[in-house]
C-alpha cells in the first residue's frame, strides 16, 4: 500500500469512528436524560444511521465469518416470530432495532482499532454528564418539572423511588479506572499522573454508583472486579500492593452494605438501622429479597410452555406476563432477564441461538479492558431491564465488535 493509499484509509477509518461517536453521544444524551421524546429521537437515529454507517465507508465491509450466519438465523427466526405476534407493530418495531443492533456490531467489528482509542475517555465523559445531570433534575424537579424524566428507559433519575439507573452506567466508567489501577505499569509521572486521576474518579462516582440504590449494579459491578482481579493475577498483569487490595475491598463491601440495607426480608434486623436512614431520609421505597423476578421467571417459563417455537412475538413479554400474573393487574412490561425475555418472545430455537451468539463473542474475544465492559453489561442484563434501554444494548454490542477477533471475514 503506497503512502498516500495509506494516509487516505487512515483518515477515513478515523472520520468514521468521529461521525460514529457523535452519533452515539446524541442517541446517549437524549434517552438518558430522559428528556421528553428522547427515547423515540434515540431509535430513530439509532434506525437510520446504523446502515448508513456500513455504506458510508470507502472499503468494503467485511462481515466476520462464523458469527454472521448465527446472527442471519437469529434474524431469520425473530422474523418468523413477527407472523405469530400477538402485537405486529411493537414486534416490528423491536425487530428493526435487532437488524440496527447487529449492523453497529459490525461497523465497530470493522473499525475496532479506531473506537478503542476513544472509548475509555466517552464513557467516563458521559459519567460525568450524568452524575452532574442527575443533580440538576433532583434540584430542580420541583421547580422545573419539564425536566423530570416520565418513564423508567433513562440514566438519571429515580423514576420508581426504588433506583436510579445512573448506577448501571456507571458501572463503565468505574471499570475503566479499576482496570487502570489494576494494570501493572512502569512508574513514570505520566502514569503516577494518571493513577491519582482515576483515583479521583472513583472517588466522584462512587457516591453516585452507590445512592443509585441498584442491586443489579451492584452484583455486576462486584463479579467484574472479582473476575478482573483473578485473570490479572493469573496473567501476572497485576502487583498486588495494599492499595489496590484497600480499594477493592472498600467498594465491595460498601456495595453488599447497600444491596442489602434496604431489602424488607422478614423478621430480618441486621441492617436495620441503616434501612431506617436510606428509606426514610431518601424518600427510598423498601425491595423485595427478589424484586418479583421468581415471578416474572414463572411467568415466562409458563409463555414459553405455551408458545414454545416462535413465542409471543419480539417485545411482548407484557402480554405473557399479564396473562400469567398472579395478582390481575400486577404485570410487568420486561422479564428484567435478557436472555429469558427473547427465549418468551422469540421462541426457544432464537433463544438458543442467541444465547450461542453471545457465549461465541465472548469466547473469542481479546481479554481486555472492553471484554470487561461488555461482561458488566451482561452481568446487569441478567437482573433488570436495562437491555431494554436503546443506548445500553447498542453499546453492549459496539463492545462487542471491538473485542471480537476472526481471522477470516466473508
Not at 475517555?121 to 419539564?146: D, K, M, W
Not at 498483569?237 to 467498594?251: D, E, Y
Request: with cysteine; aromatic share 18%; net charge positive.
Amino acid at each position: 500500500m503506497s503512502n498516500a493509499k495509506f494516509f487516505c484509509y487512515c483518515y477515513t477509518e478515523i472520520m468514521s469512528a468521529l461521525i460514529f461517536y457523535l452519533v452515539l453521544a446524541v442517541v446517549l444524551f437524549a434517552e438518558g436524560s430522559g428528556l421528553p421524546a428522547g427515547r423515540e429521537v434515540a431509535y430513530l437515529i439509532i434506525i437510520l444511521s446504523s446502515p448508513l454507517f456500513l455504506l458510508a465507508r470507502r472499503r468494503p465491509t467485511k462481515l466476520p465469518a462464523r458469527i454472521t450466519p448465527m446472527i442471519t438465523l437469529f434474524l431469520v427466526l425473530s422474523f418468523i416470530s413477527i407472523l405469530f405476534s400477538q402485537n405486529v407493530k411493537t414486534s416490528i418495531l423491536l425487530f428493526l432495532f435487532y437488524i440496527s443492533c447487529f449492523s453497529v456490531f459490525v461497523f465497530a467489528y470493522s473499525i475496532r482499532n479506531e473506537l478503542k482509542k476513544f472509548m475509555p475517555t466517552f464513557l467516563l465523559i458521559f459519567g460525568f454528564i450524568f452524575s452532574i445531570y442527575s443533580l440538576v433534575v433532583s434540584f430542580f424537579a420541583s421547580r422545573i418539572p419539564q425536566i423530570v424524566p416520565h418513564e423508567g428507559y433513562q440514566l438519571v433519575y429515580s423514576y420508581t423511588s426504588s433506583h436510579n439507573h445512573l448506577g448501571d452506567y456507571l458501572l463503565l466508567p468505574l471499570i475503566v479506572c479499576f482496570y487502570y489501577l489494576f494494570s501493572n505499569r512502569p512508574k513514570s509521572p505520566k502514569n503516577n499522573l494518571l493513577s491519582i486521576i482515576y483515583n479521583l474518579c472513583i472517588l466522584f462516582f462512587l457516591p453516585y454508583f452507590l445512592f443509585s440504590y441498584s442491586r443489579s449494579a451492584y452484583v455486576a459491578l462486584t463479579g467484574v472486579l472479582l473476575i478482573m482481579l483473578i485473570n490479572f493475577y493469573r496473567t501476572r498483569m497485576m502487583k498486588i500492593s495494599s492499595a489496590r487490595i484497600g480499594i477493592t475491598l472498600i467498594v465491595l463491601v460498601l456495595s453488599g452494605l447497600f444491596m442489602f440495607s434496604v431489602v424488607r426480608s422478614g423478621t430480618n434486623t441486621r441492617f436495620s438501622q441503616v434501612t431506617k436512614v436510606l428509606v426514610e431520609k431518601n424518600a427510598l421505597s423498601f425491595k423485595d429479597p427478589y424484586g418479583s423476578r421468581i415471578d416474572y421467571l414463572r411467568e415466562g417459563i409458563l409463555s414459553a410452555i405455551e408458545k414454545p417455537l416462535f413465542g409471543v412475538g419480539p417485545g411482548n413479554f407484557y402480554l405473557a406476563s399479564i396473562k400469567y400474573t398472579k395478582v390481575p393487574g400486577l404485570w410487568t412490561h420486561t422479564a428484567h432477564n435478557i436472555f429469558l425475555e427473547i427465549l418468551v418472545e422469540n421462541g426457544i430455537l432464537a433463544g438458543a441461538v442467541f444465547v450461542l451468539i453471545i457465549f461465541e463473542l465472548l469466547r473469542r474475544s481479546e481479554k481486555n479492558l472492553f471484554f470487561f465492559l461488555a461482561l458488566a453489561l451482561l452481568l446487569n442484563f441478567q437482573t433488570d431491564y436495562t437491555y431494554r434501554i436503546y443506548s445500553l444494548f447498542l453499546l453492549f454490542f459496539v463492545l462487542l465488535g471491538i473485542i471480537y477477533k476472526e481471522k477470516s471475514a466473508v
